[in-house]
Structures are given as structure tokens and as C-alpha cells.
């Protein structure tokens, strides 16, 4: 995996309905479906609605990280209790070429400056290493273990 110090440029937008069909390939991969909370596919009619929705949120923000002029994955943030949860889904078919971390830093910097330095939180399975391994890499720090979940915190005003 490529250093955080040598990573790829991410370009980072927000996302539009236009995004639609690849967010929801990416949701409906079978190792995403295996690592989220919900492992079921979702419908294209069911997934359009929630995107709208999210789109229209205030308490959510959806980023679309974009390298070499294609889109490589998304940032979501939730407003949650203790500041914003964070979670990341890459393009499957760009895993392992180190753009999840190089993406997951670039979103979470531009989301602080952006937003005083809020906490931020974050929630991995247990059985995902590569998750894991990427939020410790951008300064969040185990924070437990519940239910098959590493539960991870980014305190708010810390630059990393």
C-alpha cells in the first residue's frame, strides 16, 4: 500500500444524483454487502430514494473521490451524538492499489478544515483488516470493540 505521504491525488466533489448507479454498484458489490451492517443488495428504486434524501440532508455529507479522471470511491459522513461518523466505499475493482487510505485522508482533511474539526467516529467489523488498518493510518483510535465492531474516534480540533 502507498505511504500516505506518497499517495495519490484524490479530487474530492460532492455527490449529485448523477452518482447514482456507481454508488449503489459499490454498495451492492458481495465484500462490501459482507463488511457493512447490512448485508442484503439493495434495489435500484430503493437505493435512488435514500440518495435523494441523503442528498437533501444536512446531518449528511457524500463525497465522490475522483484520480486519473474516473471516480474511485465514496466518503460519507452521518452527524451522529459524538460529532460525524465516518464510513468509506471504494470501487472494488480499484481495492488494493492503496487509493482507500489516500481517499479516506484526503476526505476526512477536507471535511475538517471545512467544519471546525468536529470528532469523528467511525465503526469497522472486526474481520476487516484493510478498513482498519486505513482509519488508524488517518488518526482515528480504537475507542472499543462491540458486536463484531472496532469502534474508532478522531477527536474533534485534532489535526491527526
Same mark, same amino acid.
Given at each position: 500500500?502507498?505511504?500516505?505521504?506518497?499517495?495519490? %491525488?484524490? &479530487?474530492?466533489? @460532492?455527490? +449529485?444524483?448523477?452518482?447514482?448507479?456507481?454508488?449503489l +454498484? /459499490?454498495?451492492?458489490?458481495p %465484500?462490501?454487502?459482507?463488511?457493512s451492517?447490512?448485508?442484503? #443488495?439493495?434495489?435500484?428504486? %430503493?437505493?435512488?430514494? /435514500?440518495l435523494?434524501?441523503?442528498?437533501?440532508?444536512?446531518?449528511?455529507?457524500?463525497?465522490?473521490?475522483?484520480?486519473? *479522471?474516473?471516480k474511485? =470511491?465514496?466518503?460519507?459522513?452521518?452527524?451522529?451524538?459524538? =460529532? /460525524?461518523?465516518? $464510513?468509506?466505499?471504494?470501487?472494488?475493482a480499484?481495492? &488494493?492499489? *492503496?487509493?482507500?487510505?489516500?481517499?479516506? #485522508?484526503?476526505?476526512?482533511?477536507?471535511?475538517?478544515r471545512?467544519? $471546525? =474539526? !468536529?470528532?469523528? +467516529?467511525? +465503526?469497522?467489523?472486526?474481520d476487516n483488516?484493510a $478498513?482498519?488498518k486505513?482509519?488508524?493510518?488517518? *488518526?482515528?483510535? @480504537?475507542?472499543g470493540? $462491540? &458486536? =463484531?465492531?472496532?469502534?474508532?474516534v478522531? !477527536?474533534?480540533?485534532?489535526?491527526?
Amino acid at each position: 500500500m502507498t505511504s500516505l505521504q506518497e499517495r495519490p %491525488v484524490i &479530487g474530492l466533489r @460532492p455527490a +449529485t444524483i448523477d452518482d447514482c448507479d456507481d454508488l449503489l +454498484t /459499490w454498495r451492492n458489490d458481495p %465484500v462490501t454487502r459482507a463488511m457493512s451492517r447490512d448485508h442484503g #443488495a439493495v434495489e435500484r428504486d %430503493v437505493h435512488r430514494r /435514500w440518495l435523494e434524501s441523503a442528498l437533501a440532508d444536512a446531518d449528511r455529507v457524500i463525497l465522490i473521490g475522483e484520480c486519473d *479522471g474516473g471516480k474511485v =470511491g465514496m466518503v460519507r459522513f452521518d452527524r451522529n451524538d459524538e =460529532g /460525524w461518523e465516518v $464510513s468509506i466505499n471504494l470501487d472494488p475493482a480499484l481495492r &488494493g492499489k *492503496g487509493l482507500g487510505a489516500a481517499l479516506l #485522508a484526503q476526505a476526512v482533511e477536507v471535511f475538517v478544515r471545512n467544519n $471546525s =474539526g !468536529p470528532a469523528l +467516529t467511525a +465503526t469497522v467489523r472486526a474481520d476487516n483488516p484493510a $478498513s482498519r488498518k486505513i482509519f488508524a493510518a488517518c *488518526g482515528f483510535r @480504537p475507542a472499543g470493540i $462491540s &458486536g =463484531g465492531h472496532d469502534h474508532f474516534v478522531r !477527536p474533534g480540533g485534532d489535526r491527526g
